[in-house]
């Protein structure tokens, strides 16, 4: 069964960093793009950065500079490193592995999965 665990939210001052990390376990055959998204109280879930196999990157304008997406050295890692935090970066974040090819009754299929979010509060 795949997991998505995703530690390292908390409480931060405006200005500061943070850094979340997600990790995919499970039988994984591969996993095509790993991504981060927030939903703050009352707000659809967003995407905030997305990161490919190839290591191509996208972003939200509104983190555009200040937040980074990397891999891990460990397979299926994913970071988000987050500077220059403002108040409206609160929300929850989630971890989401995208076309990821795992194994279900002897057969591979692929699919989406999330984690089950971190929240991140940055205080004024």
């Known amino acids: 069964q795949v997991q998505l665990t995703e530690p390292g939210g908390g409480l931060v001052q405006a200005g500061g960093s943070l850094k979340l990390s997600c990790a995919a376990s499970g039988i994984i055959r591969s996993i095509n793009v790993m991504a981060w998204y927030r939903q703050a109280p009352g707000k659809q879930r967003d995407l905030v950065a997305r990161i490919t196999s190839g290591g191509n990157t996208n972003y939200a304008d509104s983190v555009k500079g200040r937040f980074t997406i990397s891999r891990g050295s460990a397979k299926y890692m994913v970071y988000l490193q987050m500077n220059s935090l403002k108040p409206e970066d609160t929300a929850v974040y989630y971890c989401?592995?995208?076309?990821?090819?795992?194994?279900?009754?002897?057969?591979?299929?692929?699919?989406?999965?999330w984690g089950k979010g971190t929240l991140v509060t940055v205080s004024s």
């Open positions: 989401k592995a995208e076309d990821l090819s795992t194994l279900n009754s002897g057969t591979y299929y692929s699919g989406d999965f």
